[in-house]
Each structure stands twice: as C-alpha cells, then as structure tokens.
C-alpha cells in the first residue's frame, strides 16, 4: 500500500534554530498537508498546499513557517526560530483531490524537540 | 464544519465486538464521515469513510442512519492491538482541499 514517508522521525534543535521538516507524499496525489500534535493534546492543522501556493493555513501557521515542494516529490515544512512551543510531533499527508469523499493519508510522523 | 461528539473511552475485551458512536448533528449535504486511527507517537491511520447506510471493509464497518446525523464505527473481534484512540471526523471540503478537525476521540482499550 502506498504511503507518506517523512523524515527524520525524530529530530532535536536548540531554541533559535531552523528545522526542515521533509515528506514525500503519495505519488499520484495532488494535495498535501501538515498537521501537528503536541504531547497530550489534539491533532491540529497547519496548512494545505495544492498546485504550488498554500490552498489554507490555520492561526498557528504564522510567519515562522513555511512550506514549499521543491521538487516533483518532496514536500517540505520550515520552521524558523524555533521555540520551545514547537515541540511537537509534525504530521505531513496527502490527498489524491480535494473532494470530501477523497482520503487522506497521514505520514508516522516527525518527533521535533526544542531545547 | 460540523462538531463532532463521541465517547472519551471504551474498554472491551478481547474477543468482542466493540462499537464506538459518534453524533454530528450539523452535517452538511456534502460531507463526509471519516474515522482513524491512533497509536500513542504515530500518525493517524484512516479506518474506513462513508456517506450514508453501511460500508464495510477488511477492519471495520461504518453504519450511517438515514438523517446522518450520528454513525457506527463497528470493530469486530478486537484485540489487544486495537487499543488506540479512535477519531470521528466530519470531512468537507474548505478552500484548495480537505481540512480535518480532530477532536479528542476516543481511547478505546481492550484487555485479555
């Protein structure tokens, strides 16, 4: 069965630091997203990308991030001046389309810890 | 988006079947209902996703009433690994694509 690949599972950064966040997505699919969770609490949306431009972010996705696809396979999150707050488990998926009846896929996920 | 509404957590046994309702009183014509799945450090895993009456597939069964404003995640036989956190979601369709609303779920957990 296809699937969301990301890497690294886990990855640790000092406070101030950038982090890229990488996934490569279904090959035929044609949205993709970023999600994350922090230790305890829900799995939240950061943004949706579709045909090389951010479709929808959430409050969280400020300045300090951003998103890009780089080539025809990855797909990758920035993180800017990380911040403790950051410490998060960060989710990439993908869709096929955008219609409600389409499912999304999720990645196992990057662990990022901010000290 | 429709608000979702399900049980925090259910214990079951091995063996059993176990049946996890989820209300969603505001769906809309055009959304869809969609539950996952979710090991403690992994990613959700999609379980299985319908519109209306009954989809089954090799892990469970979604049973949808005719007003939808409520569905079934039916597990048959669990085991002990299907102790995880069980999500409902209301699916529609926001912008350039689907944004899923996560709420808490609930964690199922199955003992000998």
């Known amino acids: 069965e296809p699937e969301v690949t990301q890497t690294p599972s886990h990855q640790v950064t000092q406070m101030g630091q950038e982090v890229i966040l990488r996934c490569v997505p279904i090959s035929n699919h044609l949205y993709f997203y970023w999600y994350r969770q922090i230790l305890g609490q829900k799995v939240e949306f950061l943004v949706s990308f579709y045909n090389n431009e951010i479709s929808e972010k959430s409050e969280i996705f400020d300045d300090q991030f951003s998103v890009e696809r780089p080539d025809g396979s990855n797909f990758t999150l920035k993180i800017r001046s990380t911040k403790l707050e950051d410490s998060a488990m960060y989710f990439c998926?993908?869709?096929?389309?955008?219609?409600?009846?389409?499912?999304?896929?999720f990645g196992e996920g990057s662990w990022l810890t901010v000290v | 988006l429709a608000k979702t509404t399900q049980p925090i957590s259910m214990d079951s046994y091995e063996g059993q079947e176990v049946n996890i309702t989820c209300s969603h009183n505001n769906i809309a014509t055009n959304d869809y209902i969609t539950w996952y799945q979710q090991f403690p450090s992994q990613g959700p895993r999609f379980i299985i996703q319908?519109?209306?009456t009954k989809v089954t597939n090799e892990v469970a069964s979604l049973f949808i009433p005719a007003d939808r404003k409520s569905s079934t995640l039916s597990l048959p036989r669990v085991s002990l690994s299907d102790t995880a956190v069980y999500y409902c979601?209301?699916?529609?369709?926001?912008?350039?694509?689907?944004?899923?609303?996560f709420g808490t779920g609930t964690q199922l957990k199955v003992e000998l």
């Open positions: 998926a993908s869709s096929r389309t955008g219609n409600s009846g389409n499912t999304i896929y």
């Open positions: 319908g519109y209306k």
């Open positions: 979601l209301v699916v529609g369709v926001t912008g350039g694509g689907n944004k899923l609303t």
